[in-house]
């Protein structure tokens, strides 16, 4: 019987990448471009005009392959899409010496 590893909120940390925060910020701003799209029920054809990006490059991200897509372009996306985007940079909180980078949709 295998063992289960309970993991963190982080799958791309719990596979070792070296990049995974990175990743998981990707990933979730692709998974809120996604739901819009399938809100406003557009084709990928008109999502891909609205949002100036090739058809396949957003047929890409859409499913989970984002690498060579930056997180502005996302963001841009998301404007495109009607959605503000704020950023708010602050201290990181005294138990951690560095930051991280989160995303929290309202």
């Known amino acids: 019987m295998s063992e289960i590893e309970k993991g963190s909120t982080n799958i791309y940390a719990d596979l070792g990448m070296a990049d995974a925060e990175e990743m998981l910020v990707k990933a979730q701003l692709a998974a809120k471009i996604a739901e819009i799209i399938k809100q406003r029920k557009m084709t990928q054809a008109q999502a891909s005009a609205l949002l100036g990006m090739p058809q396949p490059k957003l047929s890409n991200m859409l499913n989970g392959r984002f690498r060579g897509i930056s997180e502005i372009k996302m963001l841009d996306c998301l404007t495109r899409l009607g959605r503000d985007v704020q950023i708010v940079i602050k ?16």
């Open 91 to 106: 201290p990181a909180s005294r138990s951690r010496k560095a930051g991280h980078v989160s995303v929290r949709f309202a």
